[in-house]
């Protein structure tokens, strides 16, 4: 219910009485006003990854390729990884992730920010349910990328459930209303991943990444405490090595197993890279990223998913 001030008892003048009359009125009706929407015509993508090394190993050819051509891209690591070793934890390996995560962003060009949760610790709150949603609208995100919510980490399947749960929240105008809501529903996509119950990843959006794989092997490469050292639980049979030719050794094996990782998604999804590329060159790919479209969000069209991801050739 809306209460007037009586006229004999208004100090201000008429003139400004109908103003804030107006204007508490106004307030009182009208949510709060949505973003106006970016006209640089630049993409901004926002991928949440549950661990400081998730976002990269997923998204990093994508984000290379998105920056190179001027769109916004960023990487956010829902934990602070800050168990994810085997011999070191808390406050030390934290700091060490998130240093690494900052060298990622570089190499790629994005920005990166690393949440302040720890590591196999994320759960499915209303109070991490308002962080994620602020963070899609305050980078006023097209596309949102995250896990599947039926991953085998428990980090990685309750991030994939706060971004689902976001998803329609992010339009919602009184939902944490101190951020506004975007204009326009983003596209939500799922990242790549291996599981099969209740039902397989379906690659509907299938990306070349030959031409910046280097960058994407330099990611991994720049994430010494995960890879190189084997994160908490693939350190090297026989412990790190010490020598010269024994560290050489290392680095080419996980060089060699992340090569073969990204080839295997072009191996995966050789039908769609025809499909998207055409059969002539489709044959020729041999690294790629694939995404799921997620049921909720904005539903975007093929023609719109040519647009969002300017990668393809035309047809
Ligand atoms: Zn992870």
């Given at each position: 219910?809306?209460?007037?001030?009586r006229?004999?008892?208004?100090?201000?003048?008429?003139?400004?009485?109908?103003?804030?009359?107006?204007?508490?009125?106004?307030?009182?009706?009208?949510?709060?006003?949505?973003?106006?929407?970016?006209?640089?015509?630049?993409?901004?993508?926002?991928?949440?990854?549950?661990?400081?090394?998730?976002?990269e190993?997923?998204?990093?050819?994508?984000?290379?390729?998105?920056?190179?051509?001027?769109?916004?891209?960023?990487?956010?690591?829902?934990?602070?990884?800050?168990?994810?070793?085997?011999?070191?934890?808390?406050?030390?390996?934290?700091?060490?992730?998130?240093?690494?995560?900052?060298?990622?962003?570089?190499?790629?060009?994005?920005?990166?920010?690393?949440?302040?949760?720890?590591d196999?610790?994320?759960?499915?709150?209303?109070?991490?349910?308002?962080?994620?949603?602020?963070?899609?609208?305050?980078?006023?995100?097209?596309?949102?990328?995250?896990?599947?919510?039926?991953?085998?980490?428990?980090?990685?399947r309750?991030?994939?459930?706060?971004?689902?749960?976001?998803?329609?929240?992010?339009?919602?105008?009184y939902?944490?209303?101190?951020?506004?809501?975007?204009?326009?529903?983003?596209?939500?996509?799922?990242?790549?991943?291996?599981?099969?119950?209740?039902?397989?990843?379906?690659?509907?959006?299938?990306?070349?990444?030959?031409?910046?794989?280097?960058?994407?092997?330099?990611?991994?490469?720049?994430?010494?405490s995960?890879?190189?050292?084997?994160?908490?639980?693939?350190?090297?049979?026989?412990?790190?090595?010490?020598?010269?030719?024994?560290?050489?050794?290392?680095?080419?094996?996980?060089?060699?197993?992340?090569?073969?990782?990204f080839?295997?998604?072009?191996?995966?999804?050789?039908?769609?890279?025809?499909?998207?590329?055409?059969?002539?060159?489709?044959?020729?790919?041999?690294?790629?990223?694939?995404?799921?479209?997620?049921e909720?969000?904005?539903?975007?069209?093929?023609?719109?998913?040519?647009?969002?991801?300017?990668?393809?050739?035309?047809?």
């Amino acid at each position: 219910m809306t209460s007037h001030p009586r006229a004999g008892k208004n100090r201000l003048a008429p003139g400004l009485a109908a103003l804030a009359s107006l204007l508490a009125a106004a307030a009182w009706a009208s949510p709060p006003p949505a973003a106006a929407p970016d006209g640089d015509g630049k993409l901004r993508i926002i991928t949440f990854g549950a661990h400081p090394d998730d976002c990269e190993l997923d998204t990093a050819g994508v984000a290379a390729k998105w920056s190179a051509l001027g769109h916004k891209f960023k990487c956010v690591s829902v934990t602070n990884g800050d168990i994810g070793h085997a011999v070191i934890a808390g406050g030390p390996l934290a700091l060490r992730r998130r240093a690494e995560s900052r060298k990622a962003a570089q190499i790629l060009g994005i920005e990166t920010e690393v949440l302040d949760n720890h590591d196999g610790e994320v759960m499915v709150t209303l109070e991490n349910r308002r962080k994620i949603a602020r963070l899609i609208r305050d980078w006023q995100a097209d596309i949102v990328i995250s896990h599947r919510p039926n991953d085998y980490h428990p980090d990685h399947r309750y991030t994939g459930m706060l971004v689902a749960d976001a998803a329609y929240m992010v339009q919602v105008p009184y939902f944490t209303p101190e951020v506004p809501p975007l204009a326009r529903n983003p596209v939500f996509l799922f990242s790549e991943d291996r599981f099969q119950k209740p039902n397989p990843f379906s690659g509907d959006i299938v990306v070349a990444i030959d031409d910046v794989v280097d960058k994407k092997l330099a990611v991994t490469e720049a994430m010494e405490s995960q890879f190189y050292e084997g994160g908490c639980c693939d350190v090297p049979a026989g412990g790190m090595p010490q020598d010269a030719a024994g560290k050489e050794a290392r680095r080419k094996q996980v060089r060699d197993a992340f090569t073969a990782r990204f080839a295997s998604t072009t191996d995966r999804f050789r039908s769609r890279l025809a499909e998207l590329y055409g059969a002539d060159r489709a044959p020729g790919i041999k690294y790629a990223e694939a995404f799921e479209v997620c049921e909720y969000g904005r539903q975007p069209s093929k023609e719109e998913i040519r647009q969002l991801f300017p990668f393809f050739p035309a047809r």
